[in-house]
């Protein structure tokens, strides 16, 4: 699970800024690559997206905080 949520958030983060950069230069240059109806689909795309990358992110911290743990206590233990 651990492997799948860390694959989701990196890809959906790479796709991420590929498309946040041409929107970025859509509106410094005033292209007007896309209809106003895809960009508001875009919008709600990359905010689930967004959503999708912070759930990916806390669950790798929930699967990992008892390695954490088990790594402190091991270190402090002794």
């Known amino acids: 699970m651990?492997?799948?949520?860390?694959?989701?958030?990196?890809t959906l983060l790479s796709v991420m800024v590929v498309i946040l950069?041409?929107?970025?230069?859509?509106?410094?240059f005033g292209w007007?690559?896309?209809p106003k109806e895809?960009?508001?689909v875009g919008i709600v795309v990359l905010?689930?997206?967004?959503?999708?990358?912070i759930s990916s992110v806390v669950v790798n911290i929930m699967l990992n905080v008892?390695?954490?743990a088990d790594h402190f206590?091991?270190?402090h233990g002794q």
């Open 32 to 34: 007007d690559l896309f």
């Open 73 to 75: 206590d091991k270190d």
């Open 38 to 40: 895809i960009e508001r």
């Open 66 to 68: 008892g390695r954490i």
């Open 47 to 53: 905010a689930s997206a967004f959503f999708t990358i």
């Open 21 to 28: 950069t041409l929107v970025v230069a859509n509106y410094t």
């Open 2 to 10: 651990e492997e799948f949520t860390s694959s989701v958030a990196v």
